[in-house]
């Protein structure tokens, strides 16, 4: 499967305790997005980046949260300190930037559980 | 700021009646929309984008830009067509704003 790979699926865990996740863009894709999503609402826009560099990060994304993307391939993304607010489904995109086609390629998701 | 609304949490419809999920969305610029598709215990995927103007598994949707409206259409539903459906405006060249979601039950 080429498809974006994300894991851990799942991760339950207590609050207070740090957790990262991991994300494996499609191989040629140089844009790579996190967002987040909670039941009930569409997924929301944490950051992005393209290539290495991180372009953008939303207010949402607090100071306990970092994203890396070393080397432009893999991304992960780590919360320090979890609350239990933070429970969400974790949702990692990529696309191609000349394409200019608009289309995510998203992966399954990473569900996050802070007890 | 950019904004997109799908009124409409929950649709059900019987197989064979026609479907339309409705999104509204609010932006300054000129907008780009798309409609996104989540089945069963399935990734989130690209169903259609107003700048193609194409027919996919036979649902539609025009920009509106007088009504600020990019709804989806279907002119008869099938029971496969049961999924959450997410509108999503692209903002700021690479962005993507979605809104809540409609989940389509369709009914045999």
């Known amino acids: 499967d080429t498809g974006v790979s994300q894991n851990p699926r799942h991760k339950i865990t207590k609050r207070g305790q740090n957790v990262t996740f991991r994300c494996d863009p499609i191989?040629?894709?140089?844009?790579l997005y996190w967002y987040r999503q909670t039941l009930g609402q569409g997924p929301e826009f944490l950051t992005y980046f393209q290539n290495e560099a991180q372009l953008e990060k939303s207010r949402l994304l607090s100071d306990r949260f970092s994203a890396e993307r070393p080397k432009g391939s893999f991304s992960t993304l780590e919360i320090q300190r979890t609350e239990q607010g933070d429970s969400a489904m974790y949702l990692c995109?990529?696309?191609?930037?000349?394409?200019?086609?608009?289309?995510?390629?998203f992966g399954e998701g990473s569900r996050l559980t802070v007890l | 700021a950019q904004r997109v609304t799908q009124p409409e949490k929950l649709l059900s419809v019987f197989k064979g009646a026609p479907v339309e999920l409705k999104c509204n969305y609010s932006?300054?610029?000129?907008?780009?929309l798309f409609w996104y598709v989540q089945y069963s215990r399935q990734r989130l995927q690209l169903l259609l984008r107003?700048?193609s103007r194409e027919s996919i598994k036979g649902f539609t949707a025009d920009l509106n830009k007088g009504e600020t409206s990019f709804h989806l259409k279907k002119p008869f539903a099938q029971e496969e067509d049961s999924a959450m459906y997410y509108c999503a405006l692209k903002y700021n060249f690479n962005k993507f704003y979605f809104g809540s979601g409609t989940k389509l039950n369709v009914k045999p």
């Open positions: 995109a990529s696309s191609l930037a000349l394409a200019n086609t608009g289309e995510l390629f």
């Open positions: 932006y300054s610029g000129s907008p780009e």
């Open positions: 107003h700048i």
């Open positions: 191989s040629e894709h140089n844009r």
